[in-house]
């Protein structure tokens, strides 16, 4: 009996840990792409290059690549994969370059935001409506994007950019036909042979960071597959087992870290006129997290009232 009742608990837990870990991982990245002195476009095409060799390699050794191959082949499995690919593709891209150019800031304001782009895609595209509280907590994050914009003359390019495409992609997955390995092996194959053929005109030029930068930044290049590819599977992993209201409170764990890393170890500027547009998007989720807590806490009361 004890048994019967801690499986649940234990399950519980472990998805807490792997969201945790997933999230924290993702938070610490900016460590780990400053260690990498090649531009931001050889760092993505390694990126892909070894997630994909390396989830090919589980697929194979698990013997799923000939179901994986069959499950692909409808135009419609495909089209999504290759939308879902260019978005994680540009997602990656635009954040190695902020870590890369001294924004890590400004990438992490991508993060803290992307809960309510997310929601705001659901309107646009999926027709979801939306309560008082959300709208409220979209028109202060609003407010904080606007100010920011005035402030800086222009918009916060990076972090929109990072919030729509990390979105989006969120988005496509949800509805994607495929699992969170099956769909994630299919959009790196996918983007493999634009990466292939990069690195390999590098190589043939004598331009390739691969060659020239070492040993040590070698590993660095090669260690971007798995470190890519755990955090996603972990992630996938851990949230089917804790609830989608518990994922949204972890989830600001990642831009949390990323905006330390910023402010406190390399010193990029956080004040004044910067620090009052954060507040409104911070006040934002502020709202929207409470409110989506409340709003579970109403249906588990409902459901525990209704009749049978």
Request: proline residues 5%; glycine residues 10%.
């Given at each position: 009996m004890p048994k019967t009742f801690d499986a649940p608990d234990a399950e519980r837990r472990r998805g807490v840990w792997l969201s945790v870990g997933a999230y924290v991982l993702w938070g610490a990245f900016p460590i780990y792409f400053k260690a990498l002195h090649a531009p931001p476009l050889e760092v993505l095409a390694?990126?892909?290059?070894?997630?994909?060799l390396l989830?090919?390699?589980?697929?194979?050794?698990?013997?799923r690549l000939p179901e994986l191959l069959a499950r692909v082949?409808?135009?419609?499995?495909?089209?999504?994969?290759?939308?879902?690919?260019?978005?994680?593709?540009?997602n990656w891209f635009v954040y190695i370059w902020a870590v890369a150019h001294g924004r890590v800031v400004d990438a992490s304001l991508g993060y803290f935001i992307t809960p309510?782009?997310?929601?705001?895609?659901?309107?646009?595209?999926?027709?979801?409506?939306?309560?008082?509280?959300?709208?409220?907590?979209?028109?202060?994050?609003?407010?904080?994007v606007a100010w920011l914009t005035?402030?800086?003359?222009?918009?916060?390019?990076?972090?929109?950019?990072?919030?729509?495409?990390?979105?989006?992609?969120?988005?496509?997955?949800?509805?994607?036909l495929l699992d969170a390995f099956d769909g994630l092996?299919?959009?790196?194959?996918?983007?493999?042979?634009?990466?292939?053929g990069y690195l390999a005109w590098l190589a043939a030029g004598g331009r390739s960071w691969f060659q020239l930068g070492g040993a040590g930044q070698s590993a660095l290049l090669v260690l971007t597959g798995p470190l890519s590819a755990v955090p996603l599977l972990m992630f996938a992993a851990g949230a089917r087992k804790i609830p989608l209201s518990l994922?949204?409170?972890?989830?600001?764990?990642?831009?949390?870290?990323?905006?330390?890393?910023?402010?406190?170890?390399?010193?990029?500027?956080?004040?004044?006129?910067?620090?009052?547009?954060?507040?409104?998007?911070w006040l934002a989720l502020v709202i929207y997290s409470v409110e989506?807590?409340?709003?579970?806490?109403?249906?588990?009361?409902?459901q525990l009232v209704q009749p049978g």
């Open positions: 390694n990126r892909v290059l070894w997630s994909a989830l090919t390699g589980i697929a194979a050794a698990q013997r082949r409808p135009p419609r499995v495909l089209s999504a994969a290759f939308l879902s690919a260019t978005l994680l593709g540009v309510l782009v997310s929601v705001s895609l659901g309107v646009l595209f999926f027709r979801e409506a939306l309560r008082p509280a959300q709208r409220l907590a979209i028109a202060t994050a609003g407010l904080g005035l402030q800086f003359g222009q918009l916060p390019w990076v972090g929109l950019t990072l919030a729509f495409s990390f979105g989006s992609y969120a988005a496509l997955r949800k509805r994607a092996l299919l959009e790196q194959v996918l983007m493999l042979p634009l990466a292939a994922v949204g409170v972890l989830q600001y764990i990642s831009p949390t870290l990323q905006l330390l890393c910023g402010v406190l170890l390399w010193h990029e500027p956080f004040g004044g006129a910067k620090l009052i547009g954060y507040m409104l998007i989506g807590a409340w709003a579970a806490k109403l249906r588990r009361r409902a």
